[in-house]
């Protein structure tokens, strides 16, 4: 069994920071991708930002310049530092891993269980 547990988030004000963490537990070979989603009340989940276990990232366009995603592959572990934080960033913050289980299985996503993340103006 796969799981997904993000930590981190919380109330900030306006031009704040917070760091994000999601750790990857389970019986795993191997983890892909990993991002960043988030969903305001009312609206669709929306990407904020991915990385291939190569580096390789991209974000949202809202977000470009103030947030950066990371990963520790060692340990299974991957993080959104999240700087000038904007009242519009406020959303519930999803982490998803690309995860494959056995050398010769696809990839299978995965989703943590969410955290809050309050930016008061």
């Known amino acids: 069994q796969v799981q997904l547990v993000e930590s981190g988030g919380g109330l900030v004000q306006a031009r704040g920071s917070l760091r994000l963490s999601c750790v990857v537990s389970?019986?795993?070979?191997?983890?892909?991708?990993m991002g960043w989603y988030r969903q305001a009340p009312g609206k669709q989940r929306e990407l904020v930002a991915a990385m291939i276990r190569g580096g390789s990232s991209n974000y949202a366009d809202s977000v470009k310049g103030r947030f950066t995603i990371s990963r520790d592959n060692a340990k299974n572990t991957g993080y959104l530092q999240m700087n000038s934080l904007k009242p519009e960033d406020t959303a519930v913050y999803y982490c998803?891993?690309?995860?494959?289980?056995?050398?010769?299985?696809?990839?299978?996503?995965?989703w943590g269980q969410g955290t809050q993340v309050t930016v008061s103006s």
């Open positions: 389970g019986s795993i070979f191997s983890i892909n991708a």
């Open positions: 998803n891993a690309d995860v494959k289980i056995r050398w010769y299985q696809e990839n299978k996503g995965y």
